[in-house]
């Protein structure tokens, strides 16, 4: 029970189990002394577990004024006294996963850095498996999110230029109308070879979504996928669709594909990416997928809304048998054989794949620290999809709250003649949709060159990080974002300003000089 009382300097004070969460002589001396004692000016987001009454972060927006604060409590009592310092509060009352769901609406990739998570000492004690639970949930999500940069800092230029590029020759789109159809979704972890004579017995008995890296194992045993999904900008996924343009093909334009897709049934979906609102002009008629790092992920986002029906998650391993990570044939294989020799036999360039970077997880599985995080992400949203979203016959327990479904009772939920209806979205011209994107370039030029004026107003790191922090920086230019925020936004003096100058200038450099055909 929480007992509240005034404190020797007046200020209140709280006890639980007869032990005081905050000092009974001054609990505001006590907050900054942990504020100056845990050097916390070196940082600019906060994340305070079970903080109790929160004088922490009262001293916290005192000292550093644009900093972003949440405040994570497990004591209703304590919740509803919650400081108005914080910029977002919630009370996490068990080990839901749904709570995670909502941190997530607040922290974002140019959060990560200066990031400090805090469990106040006093109250850590009584919350210890719930907190270290929390804890647990946020080092994965903060992972996605290191991903998620990754995934930007290496890809979005190409992203942009993918953009640009597929909506400025995709002549025609559709759209699909929403069924209640069962759905697979069809990976290729090797769990895929097992599920294949289930999927070919009853191939008319639901739809099935394909993502890219099983398309030449499909084909093998002859079973034709009502629809493919793709959402990755590099190089390799363009390379697992080659050959299939005759499929219908879901995807954001910012996916890497070939552009002889364009001449068949693409179906566009919005992934809240800054080019949707400018160019896609009527957002309403596409299904809205949520940003992540994995096309499976986006398959599951993609199924569920597409369907009311039952999901069934097929080769979404998140581990590998021996030697092999993939169901075989594979568009990867003639690549991987190629490079093999007397001296170099294939066994060891699979060997050095595949064995090396992972760690076993049973007498026949290996999974390496990328297939984990994959695991965490599907473990942490699945109380979103447990109630119809099923692993078809998986090899163990499945991430999070998903629930496994063996073959006779996958038979029971599925429906008879089940096929997609497609309809062809009105377009734009493409002269016109070269206006769009022309506009749009202007746009942001113009929008970047008047932060020029904004940044000689005012010599801030903190206020220029502010006002750099917009689309075009967060898609195309996010390390140097990162870089400014790290050394320069606790900073003032021209040294500030003219690191802003040269980023707003690379920024319009590229803008200017960007081509259509070469990006």
């Known amino acids: 029970m929480i007992e509240i009382e005034s404190s020797k300097s007046g200020f209140p004070t709280a006890r639980l189990s007869d032990k005081y969460m905050h000092s009974a002589y001054s609990p505001v001396n006590e907050a900054v002394k942990f504020f100056k004692k845990n050097k916390l000016e070196n ?8 903080p109790c009454l929160n004088y922490l972060a009262g001293v916290i927006k005192k000292n550093i004024p644009n900093s972003k604060i949440i405040s994570i409590h497990f004591v209703n009592d304590f919740f509803i006294r ?11 009352d068990s080990a839901n996963p749904a709570y995670i769901n909502k941190i997530r609406e607040y922290i ?4 990560v850095e200066g990031l400090k998570i805090i469990s106040w000492p006093p109250s850590l004690n009584h919350f210890t498996e719930l907190s270290d639970w929390l804890k647990s949930c946020l080092w994965g999500f903060l992972r996605e999110l290191h991903g998620n940069i990754t995934t930007t800092s290496g890809f979005g230029k190409r ?53 890219p890296s099983a398309l030449h194992y499909l084909r093998f045993h002859e079973i034709r996928p009502n629809l493919i999904i793709s959402t990755d900008p590099g190089y390799w996924a363009k390379l697992h669709l080659a050959g299939f343009e005759s499929y219908p093909l879901i995807l954001p334009y910012s996916a890497s594909v070939p552009h002889t897709f364009f001449d068949n049934i693409t179906i566009p979906v ?19 997928l949520p940003s992540n790092g994995t096309v499976a992920g986006s398959a599951l986002f993609y199924s569920f809304k597409y369907s009311s029906g039952p999901v069934f998650l097929s ?35 699979y060997y050095r794949r595949n064995i090396i970077n992972s760690k076993p997880v049973d007498e026949s599985r290996r999974i390496t ?12 949203n699945s109380s979103r999809f447990s109630s119809r979203v099923f692993f078809l016959n998986y090899h163990t327990k499945p991430p999070g709250s998903f629930t496994n479904i063996g073959y006779k009772e996958a038979e029971q939920l599925l429906d008879i003649n089940c096929k997609i209806n497609l309809k062809k979205v009105s377009n734009s011209s493409l002269l016109q949709k070269q206006d769009l994107v022309d506009n749009c370039l202007r746009h942001f030029r113009n929008s970047l060159t008047s ?8 010599d801030s790191g903190m206020f220029i990080f502010n006002i750099l922090n917009n689309p075009v920086f967060n898609n195309l230019f996010l390390p140097e974002l990162l870089e400014f925020k790290r050394h320069y936004s606790y900073k003032t003096g021209s040294e500030v300003q003219n690191k802003a100058y040269y980023i707003i200038d690379k920024a319009l450099n590229y803008l200017s000089g960007f081509n259509l055909y070469d990006g």
Request: glycine residues 4%.
């Open 43 to 50: 940082y600019s987001t906060f994340i305070l577990i079970e």
């Open 82 to 92: 919650e400081s108005p310092s914080s910029d977002f509060s919630l009370l996490v």
């Open 108 to 111: 974002k990739e140019t959060d």
């Open 159 to 211: 992203m942009f230029s993918n953009y640009i590029k597929n909506f400025s020759i995709s002549a025609d789109s559709y759209s699909i109308d929403r069924t209640n159809h069962p759905v697979v979704v069809a990976g290729s972890g090797p769990n895929l070879e097992n599920d294949i004579d289930f999927i070919k017995k009853n191939r008319d008995r639901f739809i099935l979504l394909a993502l």
């Open 270 to 288: 919005s992934q809240n990416y800054f080019l949707d609102a400018p160019l896609l002009c009527n957002t309403n008629l596409f299904i809205n």
């Open 315 to 349: 080769g979404l391993d998140f581990s590998f048998i021996d030697l092999l990570s993939h169901v075989r044939p594979h568009s990867f294989e003639n690549f991987i054989e190629q490079n093999s020799s007397r001296t170099f036999p294939l066994t060891d360039i």
């Open 369 to 380: 620290h990328a297939l984990k995080v994959y695991s965490g992400w599907f473990a942490a």
């Open 451 to 458: 932060l020029l004026g904004d940044i000689k107003e005012n």
